[in-house]
Structure formats: C-alpha cells, structure tokens
C-alpha cells in the first residue's frame, strides 16, 4: 500500500462536508447512510485495509489509487467552489533573500493549492511572516515567530537556518524503524503553567484529544502497525531526533506511560537520543486523551502518530548504494560532527561525552571449561 495515500486522503477528507463525502460513496457504489464519521470511515476502509482493497478492485475494477484520486478530485472542486485559486502566479512575490520566507500579505489565502499553513499554534492564518519546509514533499509554511526559537529568551528571533524542516518532516527523518501513516494529533507546543521563585526551571504541559477512528483501530490490530507519542525539541541542534523534557510525566487516557529511559535530571546530549512510547494498548475507538508535563525551559512540542515498522532489510534496502551516496568527505564530516557533539558547557549533565582511551587493547577470554583463551584485537 503506498503509505502517502492514507495521511493525504484522511488530511482532504478531514474538510469534506456531507455532500462530498456522499458524492464520493455515490461515485463508489457504497451506502450514504450513517454520520459524518461513518461516511468518512467507509472510504478510508477502501485505502487503509489491503483485505478490503483486494476484494473491492477485483469486484469493482477500482483500485485504491483510484479511490484516492476520486477523493482528491473532489477536495479540489471544493476549493474552486470556495473561490481558490491557483498560487502559481502569486509564488513569484516572494521575497528576493530566501524562497522559503514570506512576509505578511503575500499570502492571501491559506487553503489555496500550493499554500498550506500548519503551525504549532494551530492558526491557519497568514497573520505574521511565514517560512516554507524545504522537503519537496512536504512545503508546509509556519509562523517565523512559532517555530523559530532562539537559544535564550532575551535573544529575539534567529535568523531562518539555510534548511529548515517542519516538525512532521524532522521526525519522519528521526527513526528510519518507523514510517508515519496518519497524525491524530498534529504537533502543538507546551506551555508554561508554573514559574519558580527560585529559579528553576518552570513546569510545562499540555492536555489534549485526539481521535481514532475504526479504521485507524483495525489498522493498528495488525502486527507492523502502532500508535506512538512523540515529542521534540524545537531548536534541538540535532534536528532530526525525538527528545522529551525533563522530568516527563506522560499520560494517556489517565495511565501514566514511561517515555524516556535516562534519569529525569539528565540532559540528552548530541549523540543521544529518545524514543517514541507506543500508547497502543492504552488507546481506545474514539476520543482519547494524552497529558503531558516536564519541569524544563526549553520550547518542546507533542505529538500522536500512527506508524508502520520497518523491518532490518527494509531499512538496509533504502541505504543508497555507493555511487548514489554522499561523498566521502560529507560523509566524514557529518561523523565527526556526531561524534565532537557540542561544546563542554552543553553537554556538562548529558551522556554524549565519548572518550578515547587507546588506539587498540588486547582482551583476554578465558573460558571456564577449556584451559585455552582467545586473544581479540
């Protein structure tokens, strides 16, 4: 099943109307009847459940593809109906520094075809300068102000980095073991609810519902799927890795879930790196809820996944091969930058320090049945 269908099909039917969804089931030959959900249930069925796709392209001469192009034809006569238009034209008022940043009133419409906003703070709204994610498949534009974080408060804003990547496309880059399918819960910040007086860091959270649906349910019943929490730090140095706060407490639906596996206390330095949790068995058919607190001054943001995982060949299968690699001294380069990881005072409290103690070292093993040992090398 190509992956990319789901999230797409489940983000354009996510807007849809009853009408819509009806012309659409009406085009397939299936019931109109039910809530808006179950309607929007019975289509994604087709896409997600490759049992159910099978038997419905060899009794309907349709295949999955097509059920998504059905759905995709109709976000985009819903679009024109609403008066969007193409931002082909309007691509070209962007500003001469930078393709991927644009200043308010260059945009005039965020639900236009080439233009999508998704930001943390939720608003859809061109209301302050925007930056574009640089994945080709991706080019979702946020907020500057939103996701553009500098190392200390009184610094301002940064400047835009040469690359940037949203939330979505950093995390897809995170664990190659796990290929995104769908959101539920689309990344939203924590934020602060108490401030010490003595100076130490102010305790964060973040209470919120996401919704799966049936099919997302019979999806994850299946071996290679799951529902994961993430969270990441939004001006973490490594971009593309998962880290928690300090001191998490995560919770879903009111069972407290473990996230991380190093002491609360313990910064996660630049070789290190967190994990996902999989919150599948505490989830339900329906609205769940999943709290999260930290005691951190850092900018962190939350997520909900659905994930598919890969297997070790599968992952092996998408190393380029040589020729189609990066060059030896990118390679190199990129290495020891992972290994130098930042200076002495950021990873003072992390476990990154790596320490070279002899170029070689003999281990003798002796076994405790035969007399003989092995020397390695």
């Given at each position: ?195 010490s007086a003595d100076g130490t860091n102010p305790v964060q959270s973040l209470e919120r519902t996401f919704q799966l649906t049936r099919a997302d349910k019979d999806l994850v019943s299946k071996q290679e799927f799951d529902v994961q929490a ?148």
């Open positions: 099943m190509d992956m990319d269908l789901v999230p797409s099909c489940k983000e354009k039917l996510a807007y849809f109307r009853i009408k819509e969804l009806k012309d659409v089931l009406t085009q397939l030959g299936l019931s109109k009847q039910g809530k808006k959900q179950d309607l929007v249930d019975r289509i994604l069925t087709i896409i997600t459940d490759e049992q159910v796709s099978k038997m419905w392209a060899q009794k309907n001469a349709v295949s999955k593809e097509q059920v998504a192009k059905l759905v995709d034809d109709a976000y985009r006569k819903m679009q024109i109906a609403g008066g969007a238009t193409d931002l082909a034209s309007k691509g070209q008022g962007a500003s001469d520094t930078s393709s991927t940043v644009k200043i308010k009133g260059e945009i005039e419409d965020s639900f236009q075809s080439d233009t999508k906003i998704r930001c943390l703070c939720g608003s859809t709204l061109e209301t302050e300068p925007l930056v574009k994610c640089d994945d080709p498949k991706c080019h979702v534009w946020q907020h500057i102000s939103c996701v553009i974080i500098p190392e200390k408060p009184i610094e301002g804003i940064p400047p835009v980095p040469d690359k940037f990547y949203c939330e979505l496309c950093r995390l897809s880059r995170a664990d190659p073991f796990w290929v995104s399918v769908v959101h539920p819960l689309f990344p939203v910040k924590l934020t602060t609810t108490s401030i993430w969270c990441m730090l939004l001006n973490d140095k490594v971009s593309f890795r998962m880290q928690w706060p300090q001191y998490t407490d995560l919770q879903v639906n009111g069972v407290p879930v473990r996230a991380i596996n190093r002491p609360g206390s313990q910064l996660l330095g630049a070789n290190g790196r967190d994990d996902g949790p999989i919150i599948t068995p505490y989830t339900k058919d329906g609205i769940n809820k999943i709290y999260l607190t930290g005691c951190d001054a850092r900018v962190f943001c939350l997520g909900v996944r659905i994930v598919k995982r890969r297997s070790v060949q599968q992952v092996l299968n998408i190393i380029p091969k040589e020729p189609d690699g990066e060059l030896f001294e990118d390679a190199l380069a990129r290495v020891c930058r992972c290994v130098g990881g930042g200076n002495a005072d950021d990873n003072a409290d992390s476990d990154s320090d790596l320490e070279v103690v002899s170029d070689n070292f003999t281990i003798n093993l002796r076994c405790p049945v035969m007399p003989s040992y092995n020397e390695l090398f």
